[in-house]
């Protein structure tokens, strides 16, 4: 086999590559961002005593963990114009079909750490009159979120890597600008091995500092 890798090609659209890999970055923190506050919002419904309340998280944690990404950011994108009128720019429609249904799966984390906190300690904090705002803010959540951090960081690193998927709808992101760019030159080869790697690189960076983290935090000791 004489294939010669062609790092001239890499070199010159280096600052391209960058780009969207920057574009990459974004649309999975802003993702990061709604699910986690989602999330904790449908964790806290689905641990109501208010049914309703309860019955609707659990129907949107159902729909968001069985629902395929690909299909839902689609749908969101091109559906909504279609049938609400609704037009979202692409770089929004990613974020949300990321986060949303991202969203489902940190609302699971949450309930799990939620409940793994000592049931005595509720019942301590309402012995001493306090509020449920503040059982939840300055006793169950700091140590729910500590318990979670694992589970979370595993979320956060698939979010990341799920980011790759909202070129599809012309997200001017790593893969977009990798596609241009072997279609250009004629070799896909080099330019996908190089934001693969890129991609790679970025998530074993983002898993470090996770790790990091939760030494900080007192796991694994």
Known sequence: MNYKFQWNLISRNWDT???????????AALAIVLASILGLVLALMRLSPRR??????????????TLPLYVFLLWLYFGLAVALGIT??????GVL???????????????AGIMAVDRGQFEAARALGLTAPQIYGDIVLPQAFRI????AGNQFVGIFKGAAIVSVIGVADLMFHTRELSLKFFRPFEFYTTSGAMLIASTLIFAALVAVLERRLGWGR
């Open 52 to 65: 309703w309340l309860s019955l609707l998280a659990q129907i949107y944690i159902e729909l968001g963990r």
């Open 88 to 93: 979202l720019k692409s770089f929004q429609a």
């Open 148 to 151: 979670i951090l694992p589970a």
């Open 97 to 111: 079909a990321l986060g949303l249904i991202s969203a489902a799966y940190m609302a699971e984390i949450y309930r």
């Open 17 to 27: 590559l960058l780009e969207g890999l920057v574009v990459t970055y974004q649309v």
